[in-house]
């Protein structure tokens, strides 16, 4: 159980073009999802909270608006880098909490954004 | 200070040894604590989760958890290669709502 499912895995952009994640629990509902951003030789970077049905929260020094969270049920999360660059190409990584549950994340497979 | 602190390494054991790895937090109240694998270019995978002070086995895994002294422990029986990844420490704030990840250490286990 609590299998978290990304999509896609991999994606190459132009610089400038939009970008968007989809991230999936497939058999548990999750009130609440996150989404990290990690570097090469880097540890996780928290980005933002993500909550059904309300904004998300971002964390300090990352830009709403350019990257977009949409949590429109309880199975799914989407993440839009806009007008992407270069310095935005990462490994970028969703988690998932339980609804109810104790507080435990179960994390994607991550999305490697490399963007030209 | 950072709110949750572990060595960099990397730790470096001989295959079949026993493999410690240590972090510490600064939040007091904290209330779950985590540990994660990651392999190099994957995304991280639960080992393990411990609620209260003591010790829980699952395996060849064993979790320490002292909050008197805010300090939490993996410990690897019978290591193998494929244990060599970095390990995340993560712990829940206060309040259940954030959970903070260590930077990890990296463990890599000789054949």
């Known amino acids: 159980g609590a299998v978290v499912s990304q999509h896609p895995s991999r994606v190459i952009c132009k610089s400038g073009t939009s970008v968007k994640i989809e991230c999936r629990s497939l058999?548990?509902?999750?009130?609440?999802m996150f989404w990290y951003r990690q570097f090469p030789k880097q540890s996780l970077m928290l980005m933002a909270t993500?909550?059904?049905?309300?904004?998300?929260?971002?964390e300090q020094g990352v830009e709403k608006d350019k990257f977009l969270i949409n949590h429109a049920s309880l199975t799914l999360s989407t993440l839009t880098v806009t007008s992407a660059h270069p310095e935005d190409s990462s490994f970028y990584i969703c988690?998932?909490?339980?609804?109810?549950?104790?507080?435990?994340?179960?994390f994607g497979p991550g999305t490697r954004l490399l963007v030209l | 200070q950072k709110e949750v602190e572990q060595n960099s390494g990397p730790l470096s054991v001989p295959e079949g040894a026993i493999a410690s790895l240590n972090c510490t937090y600064s939040?007091?109240?904290?209330?779950?604590f985590f540990w994660y694998r990651q392999y190099s270019g994957k995304s991280p995978e639960l080992i393990m989760s411990?609620?209260?002070?003591g010790d829980k086995e699952d395996g060849r895994f064993t979790a320490q958890l002292n909050k008197a002294s805010q300090y939490v422990s993996l410990l690897i029986r019978d290591s193998q290669p494929s244990d060599s990844a970095t390990y995340l420490c993560?712990?829940?704030?206060?309040?259940?709502?954030?959970?903070?990840f260590g930077a990890g250490t990296r463990l890599f286990v000789k054949a």
């Open positions: 939040d007091r109240g904290s209330q779950s």
């Open positions: 993500s909550n059904e049905g309300s904004k998300a929260t971002y």
């Open positions: 988690s998932a909490r339980v609804t109810g549950g104790k507080e435990t994340q179960y």
């Open positions: 411990i609620y209260s002070n």
């Open positions: 058999d548990f509902q999750a009130t609440t």
């Open positions: 993560a712990v829940t704030h206060t309040g259940g709502f954030k959970t903070i």
